[in-house]
């Protein structure tokens, strides 16, 4: 009974204030919508960054001339340092065979002996992976006696880490702006459906309705709003990333929980937009 | 059951109510006289507990305004029914949904409502217009939707704030007759008015208030 008032109400709620609940739901949906693409763009870049992390952080090369206590006496200073979680030692030997699968040419048909250095592979422990540290900590080893040359991915993996970062900053920033632009929107449309509804609603209370009665349709509203407002962006984010798919395939990974939370967002922000317009206008 | 005790409330404009201390008991029907802007209106929304007092206290049944919550003020308003001057009927409906909507909105289920519906349209002699709008009926005839609209969840005191204000002295002493009625089944009534030819002509007990401080109960 009383629910059944209340979505009639509510229903009735978005007649009173059309444009505004259209403008509400489409404001709601771009900010959605935007914030899925960076969100999308964040997570795909730190998508690749981990690829990336998880293989080797630093490659060091020995100087050819060392001798297994002088390479293993590198190793342990290396290993001494705070930021290595772990080192793998890599042989001439392993080198080269591994130059073979990359290159598919076996390598002592066109050379003599093996030219590749012995190597170590440096894993970084993972509050030490920021480039600054990467840099930091391959100057270290640079000076390190019998180290020949450091090689980490700095200007790719910096590139990347930049881009995460401004997209990270970006999302935050766009969430920040949704939420207060969806709270916004909402809240003003539940003012001017209250307003409209003043009569009613004053005879509601002077009968003896309770608040959470009386306001109940405009919380239903709101949620309505952000509803539509989810899945209009769902919609639109799913449309361009069949677009990206069709022109770049496996260019990008969709997040699954895409439209869950979306809808979850939208919900979210409707409900709370028209709890702030309960508090402030009825 | 109801009483007012040495109450005050100020507006910032420098209107309001002070020193009113009063009673109105079981079955009692009161008229609270004054001029225009004596705060007569004031007293009836410290009664349904719309203005609560500054200094004094309220006690209406078992609420009393020092302690009661706001969230149990809409329980106080259950047990009263309140008529205004201008009707305050909702334009979007007829008759009978005016009146369903009191009960509706405070959960009674439907069958109970059509019931008590029907019947507080009887005590104001409206059962053959509550298909009618609001705004196809005369003054007088808003007036008694809006009794029984007051009237239907049976209250146990009925407010009246200038019921008769906006209404001709015939009609008027229609409404009058409809409270006199609806008193002599045993509910209380508070009525507000500056007409003092209308408390004249009627038997009840009188307390005049002036400019925020009882004169005469």
Same mark, same amino acid.
């Given at each position: 009974?009383?629910?059944? !008032?209340?979505?009639?109400?509510?229903?009735?709620?978005?007649?009173?204030?059309?444009? %505004?609940?259209?403008?509400?739901?489409?404001?709601i949906?771009?900010l959605l919508?935007?914030i899925?693409?960076?969100?999308?763009?964040?997570?795909? *870049?730190?998508?690749?960054?981990?690829?990336?992390?998880?293989?080797?952080?630093?490659?060091?090369?020995?100087?050819?001339?060392?001798?297994?206590?002088?390479?293993?006496?590198?190793?342990?200073?290396?290993?001494?340092?705070?930021?290595?979680?772990?080192?793998?030692?890599?042989?001439? @030997?392993?080198?080269?065979?591994?130059?073979?699968?990359?290159? #598919?040419?076996?390598?002592?048909?066109? $050379?003599?002996?093996?030219?590749?250095?012995? %190597?170590?592979?440096?894993?970084?422990?993972?509050?030490?992976?920021?480039?600054?540290?990467?840099?930091?900590?391959?100057?270290?080893?640079?000076?390190?006696?019998?180290?020949?040359?450091?090689? !980490?991915?700095?200007?790719?993996?910096?590139?990347?880490? &930049?881009?995460?970062?401004?997209?990270?900053?970006?999302?935050a920033l766009l969430l920040i702006v949704v939420v207060i632009g969806s709270l916004f929107?909402v809240?003003?449309?539940?003012?001017?459906?209250?307003?409209?509804?003043?009569?009613?609603?004053?005879?509601?209370? $002077?009968?003896?309705?309770?608040?959470?009665?009386?306001?109940?349709?405009?919380?239903?509203?709101?949620?309505?709003?952000?509803?539509?407002?989810?899945?209009?962006?769902?919609?639109?984010?799913?449309?361009?990333?069949?677009?990206?798919?069709?022109?770049?395939?496996?260019?990008?990974?969709?997040?699954?929980?895409?439209?869950?939370?979306?809808?979850?967002a939208?919900?979210l922000f #409707?409900?709370i937009g028209?709890?702030v317009?309960?508090?402030?206008?009825? | 059951?109801?009483?007012?005790?040495? /109450?005050?409330?100020?507006?910032?404009?420098?209107?309001?109510?002070?020193?009113?201390?009063?009673? /109105?008991?079981?079955?009692?029907?009161?008229?609270?006289?004054?001029?225009?802007?004596?705060?007569?209106?004031?007293?009836? &929304?410290?009664? !349904?507990?719309?203005?609560?007092?500054?200094?004094?206290?309220?006690? /209406?049944?078992?609420?009393? %305004?020092?302690?009661?919550?706001?969230?149990?003020?809409?329980?106080?308003?259950?047990?009263?029914?309140?008529?205004?001057?201008?009707?305050?009927?909702?334009?979007?409906?007829?008759?009978?949904?005016?009146?369903?909507?009191?009960?509706?909105?405070?959960?009674?289920?439907?069958?109970?409502?059509?019931?008590?519906?029907?019947?507080?349209?009887?005590? *104001?002699?409206?059962?053959?217009?509550?298909? &009618? !709008?609001?705004?196809?009926?005369?003054?007088?005839?808003?007036?008694?939707?809006?009794?029984?609209?007051?009237?239907?969840?049976?209250?146990?005191?009925? $407010?009246?704030?200038?019921?008769?204000?906006?209404?001709?002295? @015939?009609?008027?002493?229609?409404?009058? @007759?409809?409270?006199?009625?609806?008193?002599?089944?045993?509910? %209380?009534?508070?009525?507000?008015?500056?007409?003092?030819?209308?408390?004249?002509?009627? &038997?009840?007990? *009188?307390?005049?208030?002036?400019?925020?401080?009882?004169?005469? /109960?």
């Amino acid at each position: 009974m009383s629910l059944k !008032y209340s979505i009639r109400e509510a229903f009735s709620g978005f007649k009173r204030a059309r444009l %505004s609940f259209f403008i509400s739901v489409f404001t709601i949906s771009f900010l959605l919508f935007i914030i899925s693409i960076f969100f999308t763009l964040a997570m795909n *870049v730190n998508q690749l960054i981990d690829v990336l992390n998880a293989k080797i952080d630093i490659q060091v090369f020995l100087s050819t001339i060392l001798d297994d206590t002088e390479i293993a006496q590198v190793g342990s200073t290396i290993n001494s340092l705070d930021q290595v979680a772990n080192l793998e030692f890599v042989s001439p @030997d392993q080198a080269a065979k591994m130059f073979q699968q990359e290159f #598919g040419e076996e390598l002592f048909s066109i $050379l003599d002996d093996n030219p590749l250095p012995a %190597s170590f592979n440096i894993m970084l422990k993972e509050e030490y992976r920021t480039i600054e540290n990467i840099e930091q900590l391959a100057n270290t080893i640079m000076k390190i006696d019998g180290v020949d040359e450091v090689e !980490y991915h700095s200007e790719a993996l910096g590139l990347l880490l &930049k881009f995460s970062r401004i997209a990270t900053v970006i999302s935050a920033l766009l969430l920040i702006v949704v939420v207060i632009g969806s709270l916004f929107v909402v809240s003003n449309t539940i003012r001017l459906i209250v307003i409209s509804r003043k009569d009613i609603i004053n005879t509601m209370r $002077l009968v003896g309705a309770t608040r959470h009665f009386i306001s109940l349709p405009y919380l239903l509203e709101g949620i309505i709003q952000g509803l539509l407002g989810g899945l209009i962006a769902f919609l639109f984010s799913l449309g361009l990333f069949a677009f990206v798919q069709s022109q770049w395939p496996g260019l990008l990974t969709t997040p699954e929980y895409l439209f869950y939370g979306l809808l979850l967002a939208g919900v979210l922000f #409707g409900y709370i937009g028209s709890l702030v317009a309960i508090k402030r206008y009825l | 059951m109801v009483e007012l005790q040495n /109450v005050k409330i100020k507006y910032p404009t420098g209107d309001g109510i002070e020193h009113i201390s009063f009673k /109105v008991a079981p079955g009692e029907m009161v008229f609270l006289v004054g001029p225009s802007g004596a705060g007569k209106s004031t007293v009836l &929304k410290c009664v !349904y507990m719309e203005e609560l007092p500054q200094e004094g206290h309220v006690t /209406v049944g078992e609420y009393n %305004s020092l302690f009661i919550r706001k969230k149990d003020i809409p329980y106080v308003r259950r047990r009263l029914g309140v008529v205004f001057q201008d009707f305050k009927l909702l334009n979007d409906r007829d008759v009978f949904r005016n009146v369903s909507f009191a009960l509706e909105v405070i959960g009674v289920r439907n069958k109970e409502i059509k019931k008590r519906v029907l019947r507080a349209l009887a005590d *104001v002699g409206l059962s053959h217009k509550s298909r &009618k !709008y609001p705004d196809e009926l005369s003054g007088g005839e808003q007036q008694r939707v809006a009794i029984a609209r007051a009237i239907v969840n049976e209250p146990y005191l009925l $407010l009246a704030d200038e019921p008769t204000g906006n209404l001709d002295p @015939d009609t008027a002493a229609g409404i009058m @007759d409809i409270f006199k009625r609806i008193h002599a089944r045993g509910t %209380s009534i508070l009525i507000a008015t500056h007409n003092t030819d209308l408390v004249s002509r009627y &038997k009840a007990r *009188v307390v005049k208030i002036k400019k925020g401080g009882i004169l005469e /109960v």
